[in-house]
């Protein structure tokens, strides 16, 4: 039998803090994955999950930005110690500071650097793909789509989808209206 051990997210978020990597695995079993998320100084896309999220904001605040099925953007503020649940397939970008931590839960989000984030998702199936769009700032327009199986969050896939995004001015560049979306700053 597995032995059961209960986990510190104050240790956790504290651990992160100190890392280069912002994102700590708690646990990635069959069938469930739970990691806390670091805010990132820059956040910019959208993300499509394949299955359910629920979002707990450890420290700091988040604005966890969505699509609506017509295309509208709205913001849901998600305070220290509260909790959001994002259906599956729900466009959404988390965005909070770098001093917040944010707890996330799926069936396997933007903030600043100083905020966390607790995840529970299910982990993905082997035919399941995570999609993350970008958008233009100026018009709205569609920039760019990149599709992936995300297997192993420890391999930090939204840094690798972000590195790709930003690599190549042309994916940065609006067919609509011609904006370059700028590399983030640091």
């Known amino acids: 039998m597995t032995e059961l051990k209960a986990v510190s997210l104050a240790e956790v978020s504290e651990g992160i803090r100190k890392s280069v990597k912002p994102v700590s695995i708690l646990w990635q079993a069959p069938d469930t994955i739970a990691f806390v998320a ?32 017509e295309g509208a953007e709205k913001v849901a503020l ?45 982990k993905r199936r082997s035919e399941e793909r995570d999609r993350f769009f970008w958008y233009c700032e100026k018009c709205h327009a569609q920039l760019y789509e990149a599709v992936r199986h995300v297997a192993d969050y420890r391999e930090d896939p939204v840094s690798r989808v972000y590195e790709e995004f930003y690599s190549e001015e042309s994916r940065r560049t609006c067919g609509r209206c011609g904006h370059v979306t700028p590399r983030p700053s640091g």
Not at 80 to 87: R, T
């Open 38 to 69: 670091r805010g990132r100084r820059h956040r910019s896309e959208f993300h499509s999950d394949p299955s359910d999220e629920v979002m707990y904001m450890i420290k700091g605040e988040m604005n966890l930005h969505y699509l609506t099925p």
């Open 78 to 122: 998600v305070r220290e110690g509260e909790i959001i649940y994002c259906p599956a397939g729900v466009r959404h970008s988390p965005r909070f500071s770098p001093d917040s931590f944010l707890l996330v839960l799926e069936r396997s989000p933007r903030f600043s650097p100083d905020s966390f984030l607790l995840v529970l998702e299910r």
